[in-house]
Nanobody, 115 residues
Framework: QVQLVESGGGLVQPGGSLRLSCAAS????????MGWFRQAPGNKRDLVAS???????IYADFVKGRFTISRDIAKNTVYLQMNSLKPEDPAVYSC?????????WGQGTQVTVSS
């Protein structure tokens, strides 16, 4: 069973930045897709950003130009750099990896934006 460990969430002021990390227990070589989702209380879970095996990326409109997904294959880690955080960005952010017909979720990390 693949284990995903997330870190980097926390409290930040509007306009601030955070970087989320998601470390996998297995080599990234075996995964064909990775991404970040978020879910705020009472809302559905939304895709924030995703990256394919070849590195192509997709971003939700509400984060374009502010968030960046990246990966370090040597560290089996995917990142989400979040800049210019807004009051509407607070949520539990979860990483998601796909390998074949299986997918795996991180435990989620809380991001709070407040002054």
């Amino acid at each position: 069973q693949v284990q995903l460990v997330e870190s980097g969430g926390g409290l930040v002021q509007p306009g601030g930045s955070l970087r989320l990390s998601c470390a996998a227990s297995e080599s990234f070589v075996s995964f064909n897709h990775m991404g970040w989702f978020r879910q705020a209380p009472g809302n559905k879970r939304d895709l924030v950003a995703s990256m394919s095996t070849v590195g192509s990326t997709i971003y939700a409109d509400f984060v374009k130009g502010r968030f960046t997904i990246s990966r370090d294959i040597a560290k089996n880690t995917v990142y989400l750099q979040m800049n210019s955080l807004k009051p509407e960005d607070p949520a539990v952010y979860s990483c998601h990896l796909v390998r074949g017909i299986n997918d795996y979720w991180g435990q989620g990390t809380q991001v709070t934006v407040s002054s």
